[in-house]
């Protein structure tokens, strides 16, 4: 008989070098994070960057053919920047409540789509 295990929820911190949210669009990405609170700053996101952020909307489409991951803060499998990160390929963790808060810009992070993980590299 198999043994029940706790589920993982989002937005706990599994280890002070990972963050646990949902795994909302497959796919595993390396690279520097770029925390973004505002559309406003998007001349400060550049190609091959991960975007942090607290949510997306329609507007924010455009960072995303840049983007090599996407991490919110919000949202579920069903929200924009799942959707959006699914229809571009590339990997989303959502729901980590805390990352825009704890990303530095520039910092190496690995984003985990399936498992629903962002490690902090360096």
């Not at 559309?39 to 550049?46: K, T």
């Not at 980590?96 to 808060?101: F, H, I, K, P, Y």
């Amino acid at each position: 008989m198999a043994e029940p295990t706790e589920p993982k929820l989002e937005g706990d911190v599994a280890s002070d070098k990972v963050l646990q949210g949902i795994g909302a669009s497959r796919g595993v990405a390396t690279g520097r994070a770029r925390v973004i609170l505002d559309l406003s700053e998007a001349a400060n996101f550049h190609q091959g960057e991960i975007l942090v952020c607290m949510m997306t909307v329609p507007p924010w489409t455009i960072l995303f053919p840049k983007a090599e991951a996407v991490v919110t803060d919000t949202g579920s499998v069903l929200s924009h920047a799942s959707i959006a990160s699914r229809e571009y390929g590339i990997p989303c963790v959502a729901v980590t409540r805390n990352g825009t808060s704890l990303k530095k810009d520039d910092m190496l992070i690995t984003v985990d789509g399936i498992e629903g993980t962002v490690t902090i590299e360096d």
